[in-house]
């Protein structure tokens, strides 16, 4: 067991190093100079225009070479500096980034895990109901091919343009001030309905086809059949059936939390949601270095720790795993 964590932390810690550092070098491939693209919205003479680009290169350290600014960047990353926004200067960007993770995360948690629960569940039923099977399926085919940012823009339309259910912009109304008061939180959770459903609907039909397809396997398997024969009940059959399909699922979720991740951030663009999807687009419509690498920086802790977590889980729910550990037969 010890030696199966520190294979993981390891391989975690390596992934870990390798995607940062290409999330440093990234927003230095970008073309065009952040501080230029800063002063040049400012309307000054030529003089004070150059004095003030001084400033701010050495400000953020622009003016030395790469392999100091990679050095300096994880000497600051280690003690928690990730450094201070260009667009909002002088506002460190872990404070702009703590302004819109906890709508990113309210938004992200119960998609994914209502959509993944909700889709087994449904799949699971669909692999021995015809009637749900026929009707289902097609569904399911038709909301997992279909692109987060299209099924939002087709929501938004329908439900906001057209139908005026829903509001198609912002956290919240703007009248209102944040706080826990029961007006607050109605129009909080009025505005967070529709890009939920969006992230929900497509991760939904996902997980359904996947556990049909897994269930009708497993029906078929020889310990099923073995089962059969003994005259074990249908029910029980179906139940080990449902924990074997249920394992690669499990393993399924880890690897979908990218693809999930990058459809929750371009749903909050459509939507204009305060996450930090809308975050890290002004962030590269602004060429903001710092901010741009802070927020992905989060976003590769946030799925390397849900993996880890995913890894926990699949260990605790799958003995063959423990037994392969203590190497057991």
Same mark, same amino acid.
């Given at each position: 067991m010890r030696h199966y964590f520190a294979r993981k932390l390891l391989i975690y810690g390596l992934t870990f190093v390798v995607a940062v550092s290409v999330d440093w070098a990234i927003p230095r491939f970008m073309p065009g100079n952040p501080v230029q693209n800063l002063v040049s919205r400012i309307a000054l003479e030529p003089q004070s225009s150059h004095a003030l680009t001084s400033?701010?290169?050495?400000?953020?350290?622009?003016?030395?070479?790469?392999?100091?600014?990679?050095l300096a960047f994880w000497g600051a990353l280690f003690h928690g500096d990730l450094g201070r926004s260009i667009m909002q200067y002088p506002t460190p960007v872990s404070v702009l980034i703590m302004r819109a993770l906890p709508y990113t995360l309210?938004?992200?948690l119960p998609a994914i895990l209502l959509s993944w629960y909700a889709g087994n569940?449904?799949?699971?039923?669909?692999?021995?109901?015809? /009637?749900?099977?026929?009707?289902? #399926?097609p569904a399911s085919y038709v909301l997992t091919a279909t692109p987060?940012?299209?099924?939002? &823009?087709?929501l938004a339309w329908l439900f906001g343009t057209t139908w005026h259910v829903f509001p198609i912009a912002g956290g919240y109304d703007f009248s209102l001030k944040a706080s826990w008061s029961l007006p607050f939180v109605e129009s909080l959770a009025y505005h967070w309905f529709l890009p939920f459903v969006s992230?929900?609907?497509v991760a939904f039909g996902g997980w359904a086809i996947g556990m049909r397809n897994m269930i009708i396997y497993e029906l078929e398997s020889d310990y099923a059949n073995y089962l059969s024969s003994l005259g074990a009940p249908q029910r029980l059959i179906r139940k080990y059936a449902f924990r074997n399909a249920l394992l690669p699922q499990i393993t399924g979720l880890a690897l979908a939390l990218g693809a999930v991740v990058a459809g929750a951030l371009v749903t909050e663009? /459509?939507?204009?949601?305060?996450? #930090?999807?809308?975050?890290?687009?002004n962030a590269?419509?602004?060429?903001?270095?710092?901010? &741009?690498q802070g927020i992905f920086l989060m976003l590769i802790v946030g799925i390397l720790i849900a993996n880890f977590?995913?890894?926990?889980?699949?260990?605790?729910?799958?003995p063959r795993t423990r037994t392969g550990m203590t190497g057991g037969s």
């Open positions: 400033y701010y290169m050495k400000a953020f350290n622009l003016n030395d070479p790469w392999w100091k600014e990679y309210g938004l992200l569940k449904v799949g699971a039923m669909a692999a021995r109901r015809k /009637v749900l099977d026929n009707s289902a #399926l987060y940012m299209w099924l939002a &823009i087709v992230l929900f609907l663009i /459509v939507f204009s949601y305060p996450g #930090l999807g809308s975050l890290i687009l590269i419509q602004n060429e903001d270095y710092f901010l &741009i977590v995913v890894d926990v889980v699949y260990l605790i729910v799958d």
